[in-house]
């Protein structure tokens, strides 16, 4: 299964990624997210403990993006995995795996809401859009 | 799909789409356009998002789109909507992530003939001096404390500091430093952001041009604003960085589920919003202060490291490079406007579009008062950029104009039509000097993925909404990554 792809845009990034569940759409996502940062100068780093509460599926995905976003910049990290020990619709408790970064090559600046897409599809895979603001 | 038959003329530069055209309308959209780019602004999703904008409770006249309009994410890119305080909303989408992103311009007293024999190396070490802030060049680290004393006193706390000069601050939107900034209101996580990114320039867009005054429209205001033909300028593009990105992720987060007690309902998440006098609603307003007034210290900052190049190449003794202005144009202000004859006090979102206010008005430096406030409008890479001045005509669009050309392709189309090389290939043939680190961001900011400036320039020149003061070529582009 494919893990996520860009769409165009005309100024912004923005991507649709797929899971064969929840769990898996929200890490393929990151991945996107992650990947498109563009980083050189990859070493061993840290793991970040996270938590999310929000109002719906749709608010969490982009909130989880924002947190793992934020801890991206402040630490200089990149997040290559994610291991969930709480998921449902409206919070998530887990575990990031971080390397280390020197630069990025692509500024990331937020994960917005607009034309947010969340749904399941007929054969129960996962499908998400949401666009980055660069 | 929104097209022309929707647009009832109002002037050969502004068209208007009537309140009835949806039922969620509170007052007829308009945008300053030509006639050809009226047919071309069809073609995204910008005049939906302008729509959607004349739906927020408390919007007063009109939502305005300038002729740099673009689809953003909530609100177009170029978008103006001036909310009533007393019963109306405010929101972050309609000011943008990047809050005060905004233009600075340093005036020298040297000619291009002076300058010449010392471009290269002045390019080389202003890219040296200004960090891109994305692990590349000087990094310096400062505290909450630091950070919190910069949100509350812009870039005025930096010039106190010995990093500017008095007429910085004085030649400056608001002096620098918005008075109602609370940075108990900004999140650690906006501050842990900001902590080492003051006096860096950023990606994307942003950037640093040396230029010069190519052609002179108007003498008296260019006499007035101390411009001259041939002369060198620097001209500064940048905002708030990840600080301010991040106070709008979190304003944004907190409004979501805020609207559900205000009983609001909007067309997209990213408009979300609360009444400006509630408690989430004036939270929100310090929290954007305190983004703008670190803006105009990274601006400051920038100037300064700018300086310390200027000095480095040309000597000690070198006349120095003066403010001649700086102004917003991702901004939410209190201004008050007659309005139906009673004098309204609005709360004016500006994203992606510059105030530009007329003479006479006490909220411009003394200097610039008996001509108007100076608009600042960077054009695509290697393209002109300009120096307008605000009119009294202005006041239809609640004293807002243009914020620049408007992207009319995809960075990813950019790359796909264009090499980085190809670019500065080209902008070398035409005697400009371009300093990048990445040659993928030369090919995505290509002038053939925005509109034409010197067309968005002459529909504001037009309208009246700013006249044309000089144009300003630029001789070397720095550019972060």
């Known amino acids: 299964m494919k893990k996520y792809e860009i769409l165009e845009h005309k100024a912004d990034l923005r991507i649709r990624a797929f899971g064969e569940t929840k769990e898996e759409l929200f890490l393929n996502m990151m991945k996107g997210m992650m990947e498109s940062m563009r980083s050189e100068g990859i070493k061993k780093g840290e793991n970040r403990k996270i938590k999310i509460t929000s109002p719906d599926l749709g608010a969490l995905l982009v ?52 034309g947010l897409e969340i749904c399941q599809r007929k054969d129960g895979t996962w499908e998400a859009i949401v666009l980055f603001d660069i | 799909m929104i097209s022309k038959k929707d647009f009832k003329k109002i002037s050969d530069w502004l ?58 994410y909530a609100s177009p890119i170029g978008g103006v909507a001036a909310i009533k305080i007393s019963d109306g909303i405010i929101s972050p989408g309609m000011c943008g992530y990047d809050i005060n992103c905004g233009m600075k311009l340093l005036k020298s007293e040297y000619s291009e003939k002076e300058i010449k024999p010392h471009f290269d190396k002045l390019a080389t070490e202003i890219q040296k001096e200004v960090p891109s802030g994305l692990g590349r060049g000087r990094q310096v680290k400062l505290s909450i404390e630091q950070i919190d004393k910069i949100l509350e006193g812009g870039a005025q706390r930096l010039i106190q500091q010995g990093y500017g000069e008095k007429e910085d601050f004085e030649n400056c939107e608001a002096g620098g430093k918005l008075e109602w900034a609370d940075a108990s209101v900004v999140s650690d996580y906006a501050k842990n952001r900001g902590r080492d990114q003051v006096g860096t320039l950023g990606s994307g867009n942003h950037f640093l041009e040396i230029q010069k005054v190519a052609e002179i429209f108007d003498e008296k205001v260019a006499e007035v604003f101390g411009l001259f033909k041939d002369q060198i300028v620097i001209m500064i593009h940048c905002g708030s960085r990840g600080l301010g990105h991040q106070v709008c992720t979190d304003y944004l987060r907190t409004m979501i589920p805020a609207m559900q007690k205000y009983g609001i309902r909007v067309p997209d998440r990213e408009f979300a ?175 053939m993925a925005y509109k034409d400036v010197d067309s968005v320039v002459n529909i504001v020149h037009n309208a009246g909404l700013s006249k044309k003061v000089v144009k300003l070529l630029p001789l070397a582009v720095i550019k972060g990554e």
């Open chain 2, 273 to 447: 919003c609360v009444p400006f006098n509630s408690s989430e609603g004036k939270r929100y307003f310090s929290a954007m202060a305190s983004a703008a007034n670190y803006a105009w210290a990274n601006r400051q900052m920038i100037t300064h490291f700018i300086r310390k190049a200027w000095k480095s190449v040309l000597g000690e003794k070198a006349s120095p490079l003066v403010a001649l202005y700086d102004v917003a144009h991702n901004i939410i202000k209190n201004e008050t406007y007659l309005i139906n004859g009673k004098e309204t006090e609005v709360a004016v979102h500006r994203k992606g579009a510059t105030r530009a206010f007329p003479p006479g008005h006490s909220e411009i430096p003394e200097k610039y008062r008996e001509v108007g406030q100076p608009v600042l409008i960077p054009g695509s890479m290697g393209t002109a950029s300009y120096v307008l001045v605000g009119q009294k005509e202005g006041e239809e669009a609640f004293f807002s104009t243009c914020h620049g050309a408007g992207r009319t392709m995809s960075r990813h189309e950019a790359i796909k039509r264009v090499s980085g090389q190809e670019v500065v290939k080209s902008l070398e043939s035409k005697g400009i000097t371009v300093k990048c680190w990445s040659l993928r961001g030369i090919a995505e900011e290509a002038p």
């Open chain 2, 15 to 72: 068209w208007e789409i009537p309140k009835s055209f949806r039922s969620d309308m509170r007052v007829p959209a308009r945008i300053y356009v030509s006639e050809k780019m009226l047919e071309e602004s069809s073609k995204d999703k910008s005049l939906e998002q302008l729509v959607n904008v004349s739906t927020l409770p408390g919007i007063q006249k009109y939502a305005l789109a300038m002729p740099d309009m673009h689809e953003g």
């Open chain 1, 63 to 114: 909130d989880f993006l924002s947190e793992v976003l934020y801890l991206s910049q402040v630490n200089k990290e990149i997040y290559k995995d994610v291991r969930f020990k709480k998921f449902t619709d409206t919070e998530l408790k887990g575990e990031l795996t971080g390397q280390k970064v020197e630069r990025f090559g692509e500024d990331i600046k937020a994960v917005t809401y607009h």
